[in-house]
């Protein structure tokens, strides 16, 4: 299947008991055994339940993947790939990272004896120098939240995997989405998706992705999210089963708009630096155009007026883009990094990785493209 198809029918069938073209909302906790041991092969929903197992074979099949996992957030999911490694073994992530993930990785994992290195993936020697005998995974979010950097995949997989091959690459693909590159393609040996957005696509639900190709990594990763229970529930599995099916056709808009904002910002006077992977003058620009169908919906950029009373102004003002948490949406929305999403991310650290008062980060839905730059221009001017 192409991958347009795979979003509608990739590992689904229809229901067998009735033929329904969507599979039910299974909101059962346990299931009828014949005798001891003896089921259809579904025990206790902790463990696998119908609705939840449907939409974890779309998330193998959208990801070129033979195994997926649903879980009840992103970071969760995060939290399960973590929980492979063992104390004393180090990660190797990227300088600029969602702020969810940094604090788990410092404020949590690190006093259970893991190591972090955090260094700038635009070079790959700095991702392979960083390599010690003690390491065990590399994280990579790409495209970066929210300045936009781009890892290559498959290149930095290759150096990696020719220092040593028991180091385990997972990819942090929640930007791009698999509509845009698919890791496990390039190499990774786990993806995970924040399916809290561009999956589900509504901001409806809050749930995590975990999608790999290796049989023995899958093990593991199913014992752990059986054994500490992190699973998404069978209504928030419906939810997002539904919005993978309009995955691509809401792409498509997310790009075009993504695109035409990109451009309306970069041509604004009231504006400064604008982060989009699809602009030419983008350090990333040629490894974004290589791994990426297109380059997406996600735009950062910093006004001129860099004071922080300047940004609450623009945010204040917007009217058809939504000021709040989160991205992915169908509505286009608008964060302050600084004080929402990296607000644990220290100050110091902040300000060395480019999070200053000034920097906006923008999740371009798809509304009318007319309306969008109207919104940004007013705001701007206000």
Excluded at 235 to 244: E, N, P, Q, T, V
Excluded at 281 to 307: C, I, T, W
Aim: proline share 4%; with cysteine.
């Amino acid at each position: 299947m192409k991958f347009n198809t795979k979003t509608i029918h990739g590992g689904q069938k229809h229901e067998e008991a009735t033929g329904s073209v969507m599979p039910p909302i299974f909101q059962t906790s346990t299931y009828a055994q014949s005798s001891p041991g003896v089921h259809k092969g579904y025990e206790y929903s902790r463990g696998e339940n119908p609705t939840r197992h449907a939409l974890e074979n779309a998330f193998a099949s959208i990801e070129n993947g033979t195994h997926g996992f649903a879980f009840s957030s992103g970071l969760a999911a995060i939290d399960c790939v973590l929980r492979t490694l063992n104390p004393g073994d180090e990660v190797v992530t990227g300088d600029d990272l969602y702020g969810g993930t940094y604090r788990m990785f410092t404020k949590m994992f690190q006093k259970y004896g893991l190591k972090f290195q955090f260094v700038d993936m635009n070079e790959i020697d700095n991702v392979t120098n960083a390599i010690s005998k003690n390491t065990k995974l590399i994280w990579l979010e790409t495209p970066t939240n929210p300045l936009m950097k781009i890892a290559d995949i498959e290149e930095i997989t290759k150096a990696v995997k020719s220092k040593n091959t028991n180091i385990l690459v997972a990819v942090d693909n929640t930007f791009a989405t698999p509509y845009l590159q698919q890791p496990l393609t390039l190499g990774a040996d786990v993806v995970m998706h924040s399916a809290t957005k561009y999956l589900g696509g509504h901001s409806d639900l809050v749930m995590g992705a975990l999608m790999t190709n290796n049989a023995e990594l899958a093990k593991q990763l199913h014992f752990i999210q059986f054994a500490a229970g992190a699973i998404a529930g069978p209504m928030d599995s419906f939810l997002a089963l539904r919005g993978i099916k309009t995955l691509h056709v809401r792409m498509q808009r997310h790009c075009e708009n993504g695109k035409a904002v990109a451009q309306f910002l970069a041509n604004h006077e009231k504006v400064g630096e604008v982060y989009y992977p699809g602009f030419k003058a983008h350090p990333n620009y040629e490894v974004a155009k290589k791994q990426m169908k297109d380059f997406g919906g996600m735009v950062s950029f910093r006004l001129k007026d860099e004071s922080k009373e300047a940004a609450f102004r623009f945010l204040e003002h917007i009217k058809v883009f939504t000021l709040a948490e989160s991205l992915g949406g169908v509505e286009s929305l608008a964060n302050h990094p600084a004080t929402m999403t990296h607000a644990s991310i220290p100050e110091t650290e902040r300000l060395k990785n480019g999070i200053t008062d000034s920097l906006i980060r923008l999740s371009v839905g798809i509304e009318d493209e007319e309306d969008l730059l109207s919104d940004l221009d007013q705001a701007l001017r206000s």
